[in-house]
């Protein structure tokens, strides 16, 4: 396994693509952050945005293995 995956006969890394699907995954779960409220009890709103995207990456790499990809 070499971690690469072919969209259109063009190679890309798998953490690239797993990252681009962690955007769009955390997009909506900081919109559900901003509804409910939750910001008001941090300091650092972009702090926490970005250490919920690390998170959902993270999850991402973990399961990739059993979503079909082979990093």
């Known amino acids: 396994m070499n971690g690469e995956i072919a969209i259109l006969g ?12 962690a955007a769009v995954l955390t997009l909506p779960l900081l919109r559900l952050a901003d ?7 941090v300091a650092y709103r972009a702090l926490v ?7 959902v990456l993270g999850a991402l790499s973990l ?3 059993y979503l079909g990809f082979h990093p």
Do not use: E, N, S
């Open 10 to 21: 063009v190679y890309m890394p798998t953490i690239l693509l797993l990252a681009v699907v």
């Open 63 to 65: 399961l990739a293995p």
């Open 49 to 55: 945005d970005v250490c919920l995207y690390v998170l």
């Open 35 to 41: 509804f409910a409220g939750l910001y008001r009890f």
